[in-house]
């Protein structure tokens, strides 16, 4: 028997959640570093993947194939989409490489494991942006905020450090789940609890907006005249009629700003505290 022949029938080693969690923790920590415009963030999925298929793929045309199938364009979240297509693209590499072994009709095809992946990579980024970047950690900005206002250097650090953990631990936790349940993870992600979920993440994130802003905006009108000898201060008369006016119309302002013009916050910076110095020179703020 040649040395190809025997490597094309060497079984795949197993798989194990420590492999996978291997797997994620390598997409965690190099998801945005080999970023191009051609595949943006493939490279960082294969470098992700390497170990496992270097376990499944003996057979060094095969595991080139693997490679070129995992470097296709792709693009998700960080944890939500990362953690839950690493752990199913390792359970469907698994199944392939058992099929290839075995000389089973390969029922897990090139097109069926990308689509999947791309079906599932723009749901799962909506799903993670909404509950991770539009609410969890604004949860732990709002508690940090106080701290920082102290002067505290915990105030700086505990969100930055608190979410970068719990990104870490819940796509580990995503992509040791996908692995274990296969494709039945598509299923379980689009099911109408954890959409509802998720809804109602939405919404708390939307309060928690509304909280920082009302709390930590504050921008307020010192116009003041005289009528009939009686002195009106427009802050006090705001403050009676829609209390916080000011911050909401400063926070919508940006908000408007970013759907008109994208999420460009370097110039939606430079806007704001060019109008606010305006307005305070000619003695409305």
């Not at 700003?257 to 109008?275: N, P, S």
């Amino acid at each position: 028997m040649t040395e190809s022949v025997k490597a094309t029938q060497a079984a795949p080693e197993e798989i194990t959640k420590k492999d996978v969690t291997k797997a994620y923790l390598r997409w965690h920590f190099a998801n945005e570093i080999p970023h191009s415009f051609e595949r943006y963030l493939a490279p960082s999925l294969l470098y992700a993947m390497m170990p496992i298929l270097r376990k499944l793929y003996k057979n060094e045309d095969a595991l080139k194939a693997a490679y070129k199938r995992q470097l296709l364009f792709f693009n998700t979240q960080l944890s939500w989409g990362g953690g839950v297509i690493t752990g199913l693209m390792s359970s469907m590499e698994q199944q392939r490489a058992e099929e290839e072994h075995e000389n089973k009709e390969v029922l897990m095809q090139d097109d069926l494991m990308y689509n999947t992946k791309a079906g599932l990579m723009g749901a799962l980024a909506g799903i993670g942006d909404a509950i991770d970047s539009g609410t969890v950690q604004y949860i732990f900005i709002a508690i940090a905020v106080p701290w920082a206002q102290q002067g505290s250097p915990l105030g700086a650090l505990f969100p930055f450090v608190c979410f970068a953990l719990y990104q870490a631990f819940l796509g580990v936790f995503f992509a040791r789940q996908a692995f274990a349940m296969g494709r039945n993870a598509t299923g379980l992600m689009q099911s109408t609890g954890v959409q509802t979920a998720i809804e109602t993440l939405s919404v708390l994130g939307l309060f928690m907006m509304g909280v920082l802003a009302g709390n930590y905006v504050n921008v307020s009108s010192s116009l003041k005249f005289d009528i009939s000898g009686r002195e009106f201060i427009i802050q006090d008369i705001l403050d009676q009629i829609v209390p916080g006016i000011l911050p909401l119309a400063v926070v919508m302002g940006v908000y408007w700003f970013y759907t008109k013009k994208g999420l460009k916050v370097t110039q939606a910076l430079l806007w704001l505290t060019l109008i606010l110095i305006i307005l305070a020179g000619v003695g409305i703020l």
